[in-house]
């Protein structure tokens, strides 16, 4: 290799290098396609945002959002974009089970500590130590729990049920519940000290109803994963079943849209998801214009045709623009309006 030859291989080494320095910054990483939630909406782009720039801490993180938008989804993102990836990632459903089970499932138990405790029991905390633990329906937790869990989270130390030895414990401790916590501390049922405790990070997911660009995406994406995990050619959606997909307001969220996909992949007979092999909710779902949507004011007509036309044009307001047949600076007045 020649002087000349090694100078311009450093030259294209260096522009990529600044490329690449001056693209990270403005991009937040997109979630791993096995564990999507949406990035294409602006609600969700400032959530990761945030999400992409406290993962490298170990801050605590609580989210909070409706039930199936995606709370795991996201704290299985995080655990994978922090230094703890390679720790274990442990999950537990705080509110399936009853206040005198909670402990022995969090803490663990030595044997004999209680009728049935035949042998030692290591908790959820112990089981995630130097990895990330997700406590979620954090806000089913009751009262006497709430207080030793907080000083399991001040003192990073916990004694298992029936002992009196101290564990340290290293954990990336995220939290999700889909109440309002704010309030609950205004009601009393949970404690306001443990309350900032959680939420040093606070992420709140949207629901999906709120941000239809991620529709068609998540559709697309979850149609891949049914593809390849129950083996049938598959090769898209029919028109008229994608429409009913997105003018869907899918109340189940994310959850509910995967699981549908699901089994619209599963029945389906030919090349294509057609409306029938949707669930019978979906394939009913009303299109902006029909005779059921009369009974709706005004106003939530328009603002859902506007949204779904815009959804449908995967955000492209120039494009939404034309078929609405307004002019761009309108609609931008009309999402503005609605707080888009």
Same mark, same amino acid.
């Given at each position: ?31 791993? +396609?096995?564990?999507? !939630? ?27 959002? *409706? ?49 049935? @405790? ?7 905390? *112990? ?10 329906? !954090? ?65 709140? !997911? ?12 998540? @559709?697309? *994406? ?12 598959? !090769? ?19 959850? /509910?849209?995967? +699981? ?23 394939? +009913? ?18 603002? /859902? ?7 449908? +044009? ?8 034309? *078929? ?17």
């Amino acid at each position: 290799m020649t002087h000349d030859d090694r100078s311009d291989l450093s030259r294209l080494i260096a522009t990529t290098l600044q490329i690449l320095i001056e693209w990270i910054p403005s991009h937040p990483p997109d979630l791993p +396609h096995d564990e999507s !939630i949406g990035t294409r909406s602006p609600p969700m782009r400032q959530v990761m945002d945030l999400a992409a720039r406290v993962a490298p801490s170990d801050a605590t993180v609580l989210i909070t959002g *409706e039930s199936g938008v995606g709370k795991e989804r996201l704290a299985r993102w995080l655990h994978r974009a922090l230094r703890r990836a390679d720790g274990p990632f442990v999950a537990v459903n705080c509110g399936a089970f009853a206040d005198t089970l909670l402990e022995s499932e969090l803490f663990g138990h030595v044997r004999g500590a209680f009728t049935g @405790a035949s042998q030692d029991r290591v908790g959820v905390f *112990e089981e995630a130590h130097g990895g990330t633990l997700l406590l979620d329906e !954090i806000g089913d937790i009751p009262p006497a729990m709430q207080v030793k869990l907080l000083r399991v989270i001040q003192e990073r130390e916990l004694r298992r049920v029936g002992e009196n030895k101290v564990r340290p414990v290293d954990v990336r401790l995220i939290a999700a519940t889909n109440r309002n916590l704010e309030q609950e501390v205004s009601q009393q049922r949970f404690r306001e000290d443990l309350y900032y405790r959680l939420r040093v990070i606070d992420l709140h !997911i949207p629901p999906l109803r709120e941000r239809p660009e991620d529709l068609r995406n998540l @559709a697309y *994406e979850f149609l891949t994963q049914a593809v390849k995990r129950l083996r049938r050619p598959l !090769i898209g959606y029919a028109p008229a079943a994608l429409d009913r997909v997105l003018h869907y307001a899918w109340p189940g969220n994310i959850r /509910e849209l995967e +699981h549908a996909i699901e089994r619209a992949c599963a029945v389906a007979a030919g090349p294509r998801v057609e409306v029938e092999d949707l669930p019978t909710p979906v394939r +009913h779902a009303p299109l902006a214009g029909e005779d059921i949507l009369e009974a709706r004011p005004l106003r939530v007509r328009e603002r /859902e045709h506007v949204l779904a036309v815009l959804a449908r +044009h995967n955000g492209n307001r120039r494009a939404a623009a034309a *078929e609405l047949r307004i002019s761009l600076s309108t609609l931008k007045r009309r999402l503005r309006r609605r707080g888009r």
